[in-house]
Structure formats: structure tokens, C-alpha cells
């Protein structure tokens, strides 16, 4: 059975020479490349994402409120002129 140690010692070897490798500049040049293209697509964070959600549903229930309230505005005025005539 393989020593947790000797697990340890191979892992950090492949890190060592994965570091001093082309793979690690690789590595950078597509980190790079994807962050500049997820700059250009003007991408937004899940965090501004929840808040526009947010915002968006209280922005329909006022909506649904105010709607609610010009409907008995109008209902209210067409009571009063209906006494009227």
C-alpha cells in the first residue's frame, strides 16, 4: 500500500516539474487570454446578478400595487359620475 508521505513527495516532484515546464506558461497565457475575453463580453458577477433580481421583484410588486390602486381610482370615479347623472 502506498504511503500518504510517499503520495505527498510524488505530488509536490509533478508540481516541481510541471513549474519549470512550457505547461505552466501555457497554463498562464490561456488564463490571461480567457480573462481579457471575459472582460470584453461584459459579463456581470452571480452577486450583481441576485441584486437586479431583487430589485426587479419589488420593482413588479409596487407595479401590481399601483395597479391595483388605479384600478379603484377608476372605480371610484366612475361611482361618483354615475351618482351625478
Do not use: G, H, Y
Amino acid at each position: 500500500m502506498l504511503n500518504p508521505k510517499m503520495l505527498d513527495e510524488i505530488s509536490k516532484k509533478m508540481s516541481d516539474v510541471l513549474a519549470q515546464s512550457p505547461a505552466k506558461d501555457i497554463e498562464k497565457n490561456a488564463r490571461a487570454l480567457l480573462a481579457s475575453l471575459f472582460a470584453r463580453l461584459d459579463l456581470i458577477t452571480r452577486e450583481e446578478f441576485d441584486v437586479q433580481q431583487e430589485v426587479l421583484k419589488r420593482t413588479r410588486e409596487k407595479l401590481t400595487e399601483m395597479e391595483k390602486r388605479v384600478a379603484e381610482l377608476e372605480a371610484a370615479m366612475l361611482r361618483k359620475n354615475s351618482r351625478q347623472d
